[in-house]
């Protein structure tokens, strides 16, 4: 999000307004939120190759994936934990959560399904 903050430094020195890069954009004051980490983009990225591989019939442009990708995503509840956190090492020896493995999959079927019927892209 461009704050206020970016537009002042921004009027200050009269350059052209520019969006700030994703570094800035996960921080408050001046601490950075990069180790937080929504465990359901990796689990999606995983999930999703596995199924391109049973379906020859997708295309397999890099715009046909991220649209698929984004649907699936934004149907599903993120899962956020702290990269250091015990949290997260509880993921990596347990797994993620089997509601959400389901609900994941049920995404990117629809997301597939989408992306097929109405493809916007070439």
Do not use: W
């Not at 206020?4 to 408050?28: C, F, Y």
């Not at 956020?80 to 020896?93: K, P």
């Not at 389901?102 to 629809?110: E, G, N, T």
């Amino acid at each position: 999000m461009f704050t206020e903050r970016h537009a002042k430094q921004m009027s200050d020195n009269g350059s052209a307004v520019q969006e700030p890069h994703l570094g800035e954009m996960r921080q408050i004051f001046d601490f950075s939120l990069d180790r937080i980490r929504n465990a359901v983009e990796v689990l999606a990225c995983r999930m999703l190759e596995q199924k391109l591989e049973g379906c020859p019939e997708i295309d397999r442009n890099k715009d046909v994936i991220e649209d698929i990708y984004c649907l699936a995503l934004n149907r599903v509840p993120a899962l956020y934990y702290h990269s250091a956190s015990s949290f997260a090492r509880r993921l990596d020896d347990q797994g993620p959560p089997t509601d959400i493995l389901a609900a994941l999959d049920k995404a990117l079927d629809y997301a597939i399904l989408k992306v097929m019927e109405n493809p916007t892209r070439s």
